[in-house]
């Protein structure tokens, strides 16, 4: 069983800035692409963003792009996701999670169903 754990979570006044990480033994060993993800209660669950193993291919849902930074770094094992002027409406909880099957985000990386290994979510909230 592959464990993956969110940490960094907490709340932030909207503008602010906050930096999730995920780590996962399988980082180190294995070349799994890797993603995060965010629901709330109102909200299916949506794909945030996507990093292939090797950092160099990376892929975002449109409302987090120029404010959202992917990145990973193998050796450590973990993954990280900074997120930066931060809006009411990127609060949510915040899962990560790992495709065994591929090293690359594929076309359909943000549907989640390629993705077997979930950590079990961090909360993030925005306040006014």
């Known amino acids: 069983q592959v464990q993956v754990v969110e940490s960094g979570g907490g709340e932030v006044q909207a503008g602010g800035s906050l930096r999730l990480s995920c780590t996962s033994s399988?980082?180190?060993?294995?070349?799994?692409?890797m993603a995060w993800f965010r629901q709330t209660p109102e909200k299916e669950r949506e794909g945030v963003s996507c990093?292939?193993?090797?950092?160099?291919?990376?892929d975002y849902t449109a409302s987090v792009k120029g404010r959202f930074t992917i990145s990973r770094d193998n050796a450590k094992g973990t993954l990280y996701l900074q997120m930066n002027s931060l809006k009411l409406e990127d609060t949510g909880m915040y899962y990560c999670?790992?495709?065994?099957?591929?090293?690359?985000?594929?076309?359909?990386?943000?549907?989640?169903?390629?993705?077997?290994?979930w950590g079990r979510g961090i909360q993030v909230t925005v306040s006014s």
């Open positions: 990093i292939s193993w090797s950092g160099l291919s990376t």
């Open positions: 399988k980082l180190t060993s294995d070349d799994y692409a």
């Open positions: 999670a790992a495709d065994p099957e591929r090293n690359y985000c594929s076309n359909s990386w943000w549907t989640g169903s390629e993705y077997d290994y």
